[in-house]
């Protein structure tokens, strides 16, 4: 499904404010994998999300998703079949535009507004039914009238409404009350199982990233240190994890948001 081959980003090279931030990484995603990333600020993970959704072209290496090749394919493209939620809920839509018109966007319900039928009315309002939110009964509001969580439930909504072949996720319940983002993440693995949508998920909490999906990775340095699936991933406690980076990365974990939380 996902590809990765020898990739490597450096900002700025040659200058004193050169970073290297990936360094010949390489990483095979299977159809269907739910992947949860960890590591620490500066570890490589959003650069590692922004490599595959485009964001900008790496210096060397291959990205192949779902057998094309989207190395040097622009953002804009690759939007069509890589669906993307932030930390910051205010992201992910329009608050300018009412509920019903944002999915419509995301949906791309006949090109305009105008074009909207009452079959694609009924179809929002039963996907807005699902979130459990009250949502459905509000279409006509703008986004911007809603909480943080309600926007991060409806951008989730909107990032599967046609499901993409590949769903990143970075921290997106990070900026939300445990509450709420316990909810969400209720609903990113009902989406994410209906439709079997291949994801990964940068995530500062331990026990989410052993608990969600089927295989774990741990980050430093600009590359993986740590991919972890199967009979040992389900048999593993966070002090294991700790362990298992110490040994892999030559050093302990030292971001005390990772472990606080």
């Known amino acids: 499904m996902l590809n990765i081959t020898h990739i490597s980003k450096t900002f700025n090279p040659g200058t004193v404010n050169e970073k290297k931030a990936i360094t010949d990484l390489s990483l095979h995603l299977a159809p269907g994998d739910f992947v949860t990333i960890i590591g620490s600020n500066g570890a490589g993970k959003s650069t590692l999300f922004n490599a595959v959704a485009g964001s900008f072209l790496t210096d060397s290496g291959s990205i192949v998703l779902d057998g094309q090749d989207v190395t040097f394919m622009p953002e804009f493209r690759r939007a069509k079949s890589i669906g993307r939620l932030f930390q910051d809920p205010m992201r992910g839509s329009a608050p300018g535009m009412t509920i019903e018109e944002n999915l419509a966007l995301a949906a791309g319900s006949g090109g305009w507004f105008s074009h909207m039928g009452q079959k694609d009315r009924k179809r929002f309002w039963d996907r807005l039914a699902l979130l459990d939110m009250g949502l459905e009964d509000r279409m006509k509001q703008p986004v911007g009238l809603l909480s943080g969580g309600q926007r991060q439930a409806l951008t989730l909504l909107m990032a599967t409404m046609n499901p993409p072949k590949l769903l990143l996720l970075d921290e997106h319940t990070a900026a939300l009350d445990p509450g709420t983002a316990e909810k969400v993440l ?20 331990m026990n989410q990233a052993l608990e969600l999906g089927n295989r774990t990775l741990m980050m430093d340095g600009g590359n993986i240190v740590l991919d972890i699936s199967g009979k040992e991933r389900e048999d593993l406690t966070v002090r294991d994890l700790l362990e298992k980076f110490k040994a892999n990365a030559g050093k302990a974990l030292d971001n005390d948001r990772i472990l606080l939380s």
């Open 186 to 205: 209720k609903i990113t693995r009902e989406v994410v199982a209906e439709h079997r949508i291949t994801t990964m998920m940068v995530t500062h909490n």
